[in-house]
């Protein structure tokens, strides 16, 4: 119908124009009411002052610490590859407990500022050439675990996010089966929903030992969850 065209009983129309405002309005006031939400959640955020406080570049370096004080997944002197690791607070971490003798390969679209003991890639972790990067850094080397955070920029669509989101952990999990060392470990973020439960289901195949961790740093409400797989079968 054309703006101002006459309904078939004569009245005027409303105006796709205005109806078009109308939802981006309210778009608009449902996106800046949950932004504003974020932000007042983050500057409140006791993982947010504690991360200023202990110099780590996110709050989700208390997620890897709480997983591997439960589950004791770093050592000093391992070979560690970390995925979707921008800005650094998982390799800040990871670079600490490996320690000199150690090693974090880490990896992600964005860049990354230097974090001691870690070696950094950027690249499109889905784009073969990256892939292959990594594989010539690693120079036959095995990694004793593989950790993932990787997620995929949210565009809103959940189906499409979801999508994505399987679709960068599987790619996770091909790397695990290319390089992780036999008898060596996974953690991998999943976001729970269409998909997830085939994933994990895919994961059990290749380890002993498959439990899924919600970390106290983790937000009540995100559907994230951590995958601690064990004991990789080679
Ligand atoms: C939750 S953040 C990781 C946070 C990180 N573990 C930390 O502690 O600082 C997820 C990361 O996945 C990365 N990512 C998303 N898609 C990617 C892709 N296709 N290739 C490489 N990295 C990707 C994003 O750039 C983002 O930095």
Redesign the pocket.
């Known amino acids: 119908m054309e703006f101002g065209a006459l309904t078939p009983n004569g009245e005027k129309s409303r105006r796709p124009k205005d109806e078009w405002l109308e939802n981006s309005w309210h778009d608009l006031m449902a996106r800046s009411k949950s932004s504003h939400r974020w932000l007042q959640e983050h500057v409140s955020d006791p993982y947010v002052k504690q991360a200023q406080k202990d110099g780590y570049?996110?709050r989700?370096?208390y997620k890897l610490i709480e997983l591997n004080e439960k589950d004791r997944l770093i050592r000093p002197g391992m070979l560690i590859m970390d995925l979707?690791?921008?800005?650094?607070?998982?390799s800040q971490v990871a670079g600490k407990l490996v320690g000199e003798k150690g090693r974090v390969l880490a990896?992600?679209?964005?860049p990354m500022d230097a974090v001691k003991n870690v070696d950094f890639i950027q690249g499109?972790?889905?784009d073969e050439a990256v892939v292959n990067q990594i594989l010539e850094a690693l120079n036959g080397a095995k990694p004793d675990l593989i950790i993932s955070?990787?997620?995929?920029?949210i565009t809103g669509i959940e189906s499409a996010d979801q999508g994505t989101s399987i679709y960068?952990v599987e790619l996770a999990l091909d790397m695990v089966r290319r390089v992780l060392k036999p008898k060596g470990n996974f953690v991998v973020k999943v976001f729970q929903g269409t998909g997830s439960d085939a994933y994990l289901k895919d994961v059990r195949t290749s380890f002993e030992k498959v439990s899924v961790r919600k970390p106290k740093a983790s937000r009540p409400r995100s559907r994230e969850v951590y995958v601690v797989a064990r004991g990789f079968k080679g």
């Open positions: 570049r996110s989700s370096s979707g690791s921008a800005p650094g607070g998982w990896t992600d679209i964005l499109d972790f889905t955070d990787i997620a995929p920029n960068l």
